[in-house]
């Protein structure tokens, strides 16, 4: 069951425990399953807590191959194409954002910000805290919290109800998929 630990994480609507990385990529699985069209999720966690590691997992959940899916370090941004086989309601596209070496929200105009929030498909933000002030209203958080050398908790929380609600879901079908997860 996904633990709700909101004394540490008061703002979380679910912290979800992942022992190892295939129980990150069951859970990517069970959010991918039911994220709406359009979403932006803001990725936080220190430097090697799995941000990349948990959008290759996003990927794979919807067909995009995780060996094509890298950090968007010195590039900025990488956009995905979702394979046409993949489920209609999902997003038709994939945005890796990598925003840790821009210095504010001035550069990141420069990259097309306002078409890449606008458009749909889902945008994922690494280091999300550069550019605070440029996010949008509506959005994911999820943060990455290193547990120990491959375990991981995962804290959720939504601007919206349609959000709240995918994260909701996905944490209920990871507790029945995981059943042995504290």
Same mark, same amino acid.
């Given at each position: 069951?996904?633990?709700?630990?909101?004394?540490?994480?008061?703002?979380?609507?679910?912290? !979800? !425990?992942?022992?190892?990385? @295939? @129980?990150?990529?069951?859970?990517?699985?069970?959010?991918?399953?039911?994220?709406?069209?359009?979403?932006?999720?803001?990725?936080?966690?220190?430097?090697?807590?799995?941000? %990349? %590691?948990?959008?290759?997992?996003?990927?794979?959940? !919807?067909?995009?191959?995780?060996?094509?899916? #890298?950090?968007? #370090?010195? #590039?900025?941004? &990488?956009?995905?194409? !979702?394979?046409?086989?993949?489920? $209609?309601?999902?997003?038709?596209?994939?945005?890796?954002?990598? $925003?840790?070496?821009?210095?504010? +929200?001035?550069?990141?105009?420069?990259?097309?910000?306002?078409?890449?929030?606008?458009?749909?498909?889902?945008?994922? +933000?690494?280091?999300?805290?550069?550019?605070?002030? @440029?996010?949008?209203?509506?959005?994911?958080?999820?943060?990455?919290?290193? #547990?120990?050398?491959?375990?991981? %908790?995962? &804290?959720?929380? $939504? %601007?919206?109800?349609?959000?709240?609600?995918?994260?909701?879901?996905?944490?209920?079908?990871?507790?029945?998929?995981?059943? &042995?997860?504290?």
């Amino acid at each position: 069951m996904p633990s709700t630990d909101f004394e540490s994480h008061p703002s979380a609507d679910a912290s !979800v !425990v992942c022992r190892d990385e @295939a @129980a990150v990529a069951r859970f990517a699985e069970c959010l991918a399953a039911v994220l709406p069209s359009r979403v932006m999720m803001a990725l936080e966690g220190d430097l090697g807590a799995g941000k %990349t %590691t948990f959008v290759k997992k996003l990927a794979a959940a !919807v067909g995009i191959p995780p060996a094509e899916v #890298t950090s968007p #370090t010195f #590039t900025l941004v &990488h956009l995905y194409e !979702v394979p046409h086989h993949a489920e $209609a309601r999902r997003a038709l596209r994939l945005v890796h954002m990598d $925003a840790y070496r821009l210095s504010g +929200v001035d550069e990141v105009s420069a990259i097309g910000w306002e078409e890449l929030v606008a458009e749909n498909g889902w945008l994922l +933000v690494e280091w999300p805290e550069r550019i605070a002030s @440029a996010l949008p209203a509506e959005r994911m958080r999820l943060q990455i919290e290193i #547990t120990g050398e491959s375990s991981r %908790t995962l &804290h959720l929380e $939504a %601007t919206t109800s349609t959000l709240k609600a995918a994260i909701d879901a996905a944490a209920a079908a990871f507790a029945r998929a995981m059943p &042995h997860a504290p």
